[in-house]
């Protein structure tokens, strides 16, 4: 691109249709097409009409929702949408909701609110040269990296996130994490926070939140519930489980970038107590103060960030374009077809499912006879080998990740076009790619 659009700023402008060429053929060829119905990987979020133009609509307007007075309609909205998906998904009133970009800023908010009620005044006097203990979070081992992340911005370090072992299906392992505690308490660390995990970033396990909420209620440690992903189980009553225990949270996290088909960024934090987030974040520039005395919501209040796109107007076209009956019948036709593809999995001897199907990601392996018969080290070359490839030729996009020191191919389903025949396409696709590359 460098090459062909130039190493440096161009002196003069170039009409609007040369750039829309350049986009076209210089630009266009090098993206990887998330909102296509075969595209499998990471967790996809469908670009559809609403978010498209709820998107456009706010490019245009371009206002800023640091304060009600700079845009009412904007925080507005934006309090309106969060009640929306509170209720729709199934967080208790007793919650409040903020929006940020991704879940790991939501995340980084949850746990500075989390390290103010430990250790009073650290906003105020900063973590150093004070007579404090070293202060423990607790995640599973298939937690998202977006903790450690925290972590690190928060003074707290990363090597102080205690990574607990799992359970054979990729559930935080409750007994380990109460060993974890109660070995750093012996040891003068003090725990912090504990954070489970619905729909685990590899395979979309659930943690027991509701032991969890045990623990931290007996311990007095922070919960937050990193419900980015699986957080939309909420919507279906036969998906309730999932989220059973969030009510007992401190903090809750979840993406409709993921799986509410808002096109990114949409994030959300739910928290039970607001004042003490908006301790930690409120700090009204001498320029805004007319602003901030009007006595109504100021979002610029409960986080870093001071401008803040008009990211609602998106969320609410898709809300309210699909409804909550579209929305529930998108996500429970993405857990049919993962059982689906998961069931062509488990009839074929020679591929075998690494993790149960929990909602709408499948995890599996390859194992033809001739590769297995060269053990573990090579099975795991072969299929990522097979991702690879495949992702190479263009026609579907899959992603592998490890489980257990395993290596899986990994299927996610979140796009609304993505049809039985588009599943069936991949499914042949990577049988055949699977029996040409074994056939060496
Ligand atoms: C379980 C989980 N939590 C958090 C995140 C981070 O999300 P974001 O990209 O919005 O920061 C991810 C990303 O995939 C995830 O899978």
Redesign the pocket.
């Known amino acids: 691109l460098k090459r062909e659009l130039g190493p440096q700023l161009p002196n003069e402008g170039r009409p609007l249709t040369d750039l829309l060429s350049d986009f076209q053929r210089r630009i266009l060829p090098g993206i990887v097409h998330w909102g296509h119905p075969r595209f499998f990987g990471?967790?996809g979020s469908t670009t559809t009409a609403p978010g498209i133009i709820g998107e456009t609509a706010a490019a245009a307007l371009n206002v800023s929702a640091m304060t009600w007075r700079t845009s009412p309609a904007a925080t507005e909205l934006e309090s309106l949408v969060l009640e929306w998906i509170q209720s729709a998904i199934g967080i208790p009133n007793a919650f409040r909701g903020f929006v940020y970009d991704?879940?790991?800023?939501g995340t980084l908010h949850a746990l500075a609110a989390a390290r103010e009620r430990a250790i009073p005044d650290a906003r105020r006097k900063g973590l150093a040269g004070r007579a404090l203990p070293v202060f423990r979070i607790y995640a599973s081992e298939e937690a998202?990296s977006?903790i450690a992340k925290t972590a690190v911005v928060l003074g707290l370090g990363e090597d102080n996130v205690c990574r607990v072992a799992v359970s054979r299906d990729y559930q935080l392992d409750l007994q380990a994490l109460r060993e974890a505690v109660r070995a750093d308490e012996a040891n003068g660390f003090r725990p912090l926070a504990v954070v489970g995990?619905i729909?685990?970033?590899s395979c979309a396990s659930v943690d027991p939140i509701k032991s969890l909420a045990d623990l931290c209620e007996e311990r007095e440690l922070w919960l937050h519930v990193?419900a980015?992903?699986g957080g939309a189980m909420g919507l279906l009553p036969e998906g309730a489980w999932a989220m059973d225990g969030i009510e007992r949270a401190d903090s809750i996290v979840f993406?409709p970038h993921k799986w509410l088909f808002v096109p990114l960024d949409f994030?959300t934090l739910y928290v039970r107590d607001p004042d003490l987030l908006k301790s930690v974040f409120s700090l009204t520039p001498e320029y805004l103060e007319g602003d901030a005395s009007m006595g109504e919501t100021n979002y610029m209040d409960y986080g870093l960030q001071l401008g803040r796109r008009f990211r609602a107007l998106k969320a609410w076209m898709v809300l309210a374009g699909f409804g909550k009956e579209g929305l529930v019948a998108r996500v429970r036709e993405h857990r049919r077809l993962a059982q689906r593809f998961a069931s062509w999995i488990d009839e074929d001897s020679s591929f075998r499912r690494l993790a149960p199907v929990t909602m709408g990601v499948v995890c599996f392996q390859s194992a033809p006879a001739s590769i297995y018969a060269q053990g573990e080290a090579a099975l795991n070359a072969f299929n990522r080998r097979v991702v690879e490839q495949l992702n190479e030729q263009g026609k579907i996009f899959l992603t592998w990740t490890r489980l257990s020191g395993r290596t899986a191919m990994r299927l996610a389903l979140g796009n609304v076009l993505t049809t039985e025949a588009h599943l069936r396409e991949a499914w042949e696709e990577i049988r055949r790619l699977v029996r040409l590359l074994s056939a060496g």
């Open positions: 990471y967790f991704t879940a790991s800023v998202h977006s995990t729909g685990s970033t990193d980015a992903y993406n994030s």
